[in-house]
């Protein structure tokens, strides 16, 4: 089961970091997806981090302001916002795969899917 949390309300050029919380001892198995929604558009990859923390894979429109982190003694991954903009409005999940972080970038690729949580940017 997983969790993401640590959405909110902030302004533009602003940061925030969302945590993914699993439970159970499988999750250092696999690879953890961030994945994001606005509304009236689909599900989009943000970014992606393999089972050991090592490699790392990330959607085009947030490379060089996220980063994806994961401590495997927490059960806990961590994406790690800054310079946001109102683009980056959306309600942002996790979700687990077994497929390699560097393929793993289609949401068809993952069974396994936390609730969301709301992150808003204002301008």
């Known amino acids: 089961q997983l969790q993401a949390c640590g959405g909110g309300l902030v302004q533009a050029g602003a940061s925030l970091r969302l945590s993914c919380v699993a439970s159970?001892?499988?999750?250092?198995?696999?690879?953890i997806g961030w994945f994001r929604q606005a509304p009236g558009k689909e599900r989009e990859f943000v970014a992606a981090?393999?089972?050991?923390?090592?490699?790392?894979n990330y959607a085009q429109s947030v490379k060089g302001r996220f980063t994806v982190s994961r401590d495997n003694a927490k059960n806990t991954v961590y994406l790690q916002m800054t310079s946001l903009k109102p683009e980056d409005t959306a309600v942002y999940y996790c979700a687990a795969t077994s497929v390699p972080a560097v393929d793993a970038t289609s949401s068809r690729f993952y069974g396994y899917w936390g609730q969301g949580t709301l992150v808003t940017v204002s301008s």
């Open positions: 981090i393999s089972w050991s923390g090592s490699v790392d």
């Open positions: 159970g001892r499988a999750f250092k198995q696999y690879t």
